[in-house]
């Protein structure tokens, strides 16, 4: 069965420093993956998905088959940033499972 | 384009009641996902349609149904209401299998 696991609820870090945000997923077949984002009463949007190998407002995530894991990073956190992320694997026929969510609060 | 529109905004249900929830997808998709949201959890898929035909399904009972109508816009019906179904449910619409485009969702509440 095919699971997405985001392991904290809550993250805080102070403007500037690195962040993280966890994904894991269990899938027996091919995995694409996809971060989104919902900003503070906007809808849930498109942030970035591993085939397209880019980075949108400087976050980036890399796909590891071997820990199965797709973590988000970014170097330098803004308070822009602070916001709902959500990890999300795609099966075959565009069904989506998403995790349950971490929510990032940048201090300034 | 306004992209992808639900309708009504909120709604208040008492169990048993059935609910009909609405979608209009976004310019040139024609596929359209339903996605059920409980507090404190991600989104989770009821199921997906296509050519006006149910195309892919969730672990959802058959209390959820739906239907496409051919410009594309769909509706979600939930009979025999139950507390658990008090939730957010989004509309998400594509081109295809491509990427999913999502609305503001409807917050239904079950008294």
């Known amino acids: 069965a095919q699971r997405v696991t985001q392991p904290e609820k809550l993250l805080s870090v102070f403007k500037g420093a690195p962040v993280e945000l966890k994904c894991n997923y269990s899938?027996?077949?091919?995995?694409?993956l996809f971060w989104y984002v919902q900003y503070s009463r906007q809808r849930l949007q498109l942030l970035l998905r591993h085939i397209s190998r880019e980075s949108i407002k400087g976050f980036t995530a890399d796909l590891n088959k071997g820990e199965t894991s797709f973590h988000l990073k970014k170097p330098f956190a803004q308070e822009e940033d602070s916001a709902m992320y959500y990890c999300a694997l795609r099966k075959t026929g565009n069904q989506f499972y998403f995790g349950t969510g971490t929510s990032l609060t940048v201090i300034p | 384009d306004a992209g992808v529109t639900q309708s009504p905004t909120h709604l208040i249900k008492t169990r048993g009641q059935q609910v009909t929830l609405r979608c209009s997808p976004k310019?040139?998709?024609?596929?359209v996902s339903w996605y059920q949201q409980a507090l404190g959890q991600g989104p989770q898929f009821i199921f997906q349609y296509y050519e006006e035909e149910e195309r892919q399904r969730g672990n959802f009972p058959d209390r959820f149904s739906g239907h496409q109508f051919p410009n594309y816009s769909s509706e979600l019906n939930v009979n025999a209401l139950l507390l658990g179904d008090s939730a957010l449910y989004l509309c998400?619409?594509?081109?295809?299998?491509?990427?999913?485009?999502f609305g503001p969702g409807t917050r239904l509440t079950v008294l």
């Open positions: 998400a619409s594509s081109p295809g299998a491509d990427t999913q485009y």
């Open positions: 899938y027996s077949g091919s995995p694409e």
């Open positions: 310019s040139g998709h024609d596929t």
